[in-house]
Nanobody, 123 residues
Framework: QVQLVESGGGLVQAGGSLRLSCAASGRTFSSYTMGWFRQAPGKEREFVSAITWSGGNTYYADSVKGRFTISRDNAKNTVYLQMNSLKPEDTAVYYC????????????????WGQGTQVTVSS
């Protein structure tokens, strides 16, 4: 398994931007599909975005499409989530996750998870 550590969360006003980072340990990072999920208070954890091992394919939840961008740097063992035009409903704990499944957005397919980073968007 790969170990994941998220960073970059914080408090931002509506309309602002944040960039989340997820640093991974292990020499096989480039073989993993990486994903971002989030969990708002009182709600189930939900898919946000995913990127395949090469970065050639990206996937987004409809709620963030056009505002969030996922990317990865395999040389740095890091995946990013650039979040623009943030809304109060984006407030959640954001989790980075990894899977050996080549193409998936299903939470159950992701076997490695970070501890999460809090994103709070004020109105």
């Amino acid at each position: 398994q790969v170990q994941l550590v998220e960073s970059g969360g914080g408090l931002v006003q509506a309309g602002g931007s944040l960039r989340l980072s997820c640093a991974a340990s292990g020499r096989t990072f480039s073989s993993y599909t990486m994903g971002w999920f989030r969990q708002a208070p009182g709600k189930e954890r939900e898919f946000v975005s995913a990127i395949t091992w090469s970065g050639g394919n990206t996937y987004y939840a409809d709620s963030v499409k056009g505002r969030f961008t996922i990317s990865r740097d395999n040389a740095k063992n890091t995946v990013y989530l650039q979040m623009n035009s943030l809304k109060p409903e984006d407030t959640a704990v954001y989790y980075c996750a990894a899977t050996i499944v080549k193409v998936t957005t299903l939470e159950r397919d992701f076997g490695s998870w970070g501890q999460g980073t809090q994103v709070t968007v004020s109105s």
